[in-house]
């Protein structure tokens, strides 16, 4: 049953293909001359069941190719995309689970490290001790949750503790300790750069140079677990650069104190 509903779904696929291309008189033509060969079956005689054969093998044939070009077009034009988007790898999770991916990267940068979070915990713990060596080599741009939008009393960051299962205020905290972590690096250095974004959450960002890694905030799930994608050059990482500048203006979000 399950070889044949994936033959089913396969030549239903072909055929809105086949439809949809240049070719749909070619496969209509392997049917026709298939059914031929069936009705000469039917008839009496050595002569026309020997035509009737190679008919019907002819037209199967000429099926098998025409599926066969429509499945490799398939994969071209899913290739395609894929190329088009900038899209190179997809983790289950983020951050020690892929610490290593980051780290490749961040040796050679050379121009452009952007940053976009909640509290930025888990970065502060692995990375903290390579700001410095970041704002020598880059423009380092760190956006945090403001943890006081949209108002104290019923900020993102205690909605996202909820969402997360944390303790209320964790985020808080988190923004806090960073700001604190950085305050001498960044009086004493434009390059690095930390402002407090004032709008709902909805992806994380690391920006090192070309190559970008971003992630969706998911429901009762850190983020921390939340699937992770690696793109470079595309669609996709023009769009979320241009999210992360939209949050870096003025508009939606304050310079760090």
Known sequence: MKVTSTLGR???AAWRNATRSS?????LVQIVIAMAGGIMLSI???AWTAVG?????????GLVAFFHVLLEEGRAQRQRSLERSGLHSIFATRSVSIRSEYEDRLRYASRQIDILGFGLNSLRQDFSGSFDEWA??????VLLLDP????EKSSYADARDREEGANLGTIRAEVRQFLDETQAL???NTNFTVRLYRTMPSVNIFRVDSSMFFGPYLLHQPSRRTPTLLVGDGFLFDRLMDHFEQLWSDENSRPAP
Do not use: H, Q, W
């Open 10 to 12: 396969t030549m239903r």
């Open 23 to 27: 070719n749909p008189v070619y496969f």
């Open 44 to 46: 009496e005689g050595a």
């Open 53 to 61: 054969t190679g008919l019907i093998a002819t037209g199967i044939a």
């Open 136 to 141: 020598k080599r880059c423009n380092v741009r």
């Open 148 to 151: 006081d939008a949209p108002d």
């Open 186 to 188: 960044r009086n004493s």
